[in-house]
């Protein structure tokens, strides 16, 4: 039930190390895309260039904190608040391990969804408070490709929901001890997939701020601290999407010999690795392909998945 | 401790559909509609309907104020459409919809003052709203999905052209 799992500390230590994983989370994609492009990255600042992230945000800092004239103002200021606000929320129901975590939820799953689906209203609200033909161009298609493809990641995950038979997270975890459900799941787990990288607007769906086309899309006309907010929320939103996966279809804090958070966290970095290989990897699609892929390719998928799993449920219960 | 935080999204719910219908912005009035409807979701939360407060933020919130913003952008009308609003706001036009909501607030009282039986803080799960759902009210959501569907239909027959047209281009 709701009952607070653990007290200050958990909150206190929880929402560091996210946002601290979250900020470090800058300096490990630009070392790892220079590996796998055959580059140095930044290696200057400190160790291997460990202290590259305190240089970039003391240059944020710094920066002058510019709200253009024709912005709307406190929609402009708002916006990158919100992704920021949302997805540390979303860390709220996410079972590190048994007894650490801040709430345990009874609809911890579509608390989840609810957050991730308020979070596009930061890519919205930019691109219209900017004012700007640029930002609004991408923040219409960020809205118009988060909208399409949450209904394929809600649709994905009710197969794991059939199974465990509970929206719980520490429920469904416990319900993978006889065996993750990425076995039983896997083509929700590649809709699931395919949707979180999608819904975290990162490459190869980037299409909301494709730099070749629309410079830089919803946030063109942010600068400063209030960049950093929408940088900072696009790798906020990468770890947990990982930390959702992990729970959802590998186990979560489940493992052999290493204790459960060790297990949570491996798990977790390998998916937020696969994200920033992903970005080094693959092209942007165009816009149309991008939209034309989820309704034709996702969302059969997905509905047949639903179906399948449904006649497995029935017919063994 | 509970009457407390009701109270205060109650209140918040009341403020932000006020704020909502007198901004002349249409976008800002959005962003206030939008607050009351997660202020209605923590309300839901509260009455142990929490099944019901997550789809509250899941569908209005998430996805239909998305569509709606979505479109008032597409239609960024600019300063002429915030003079249009502030002409239509006229002091008399008031008149009307604060009377029903003084019959409204009316019936309130009066089922307050009888005791108030509509509370019963009871928690419902979601395996409860299924079973309500396709036992009693199942010819509901077969009406729903019905309406549903004729949407469906509706939006790809008036898109069909647009598409056609777009091909020959």
Known sequence: MNTGLGGAMDIIGILLSVIFVSAMLIWVERRLLAVWQDRLGPNRVGPLGLFQVAADMIKMFFKEDWIP????KPVFVLAPTIVFITMLTGFAVIPFAPGVGIIDFNFGLLYFLALTSLSVYSVVLAGYA???????????????????????????????????????????????????????????FIVFLVAAVAESRRAPFDLPEAEQELIAGFHIEYSGMKFGMFFVGEYLGITLSSAMIVTLFFGGWLGPWLPPLVWFCLKTAAFILFFILLRGSLPRPRYDQLMTFGWKAMLPVALLNLLATGAVALSSA | MELVLFSISSAVAVFATVMMITRVN???GLLYLILSLLAVGVLFFLLGAHFAAVLEVIIYAGAIMVMFVFVIMMLNQGEKTTDQERAW??????????????????????????GGSAETGQLVDSKQVGIALYGPYLLAVELASMLLLAGLVGAYHLGKPMMAKRREA
Do not use: C
């Open chain 1, 130 to 188: 900017s004012n700007n033909k640029y930002s609004m161009l991408g923040s219409l298609r960020a809205a118009a490709q988060t909208v399409s493809y949450e209904v394929f990641m809600g649709i994905s995950i009710m197969g794991v929901v059939m199974l465990s038979g509970t929206f719980n997270l520490r429920e469904i975890v416990e319900a993978q001890r006889d065996g993750w459900f990425i076995l039983p799941q896997f083509a929700g």
């Open chain 1, 69 to 72: 004239p024709f912005a709307d």
């Open chain 2, 26 to 28: 249409a976008v800002h």
């Open chain 2, 89 to 114: 706001l006229t002091p008399g036009i008031w008149i009307g919809p604060s009377v029903l909501a003084l019959i409204l607030f009316a019936e309130v009282l009066v089922v307050i003052a009888g």
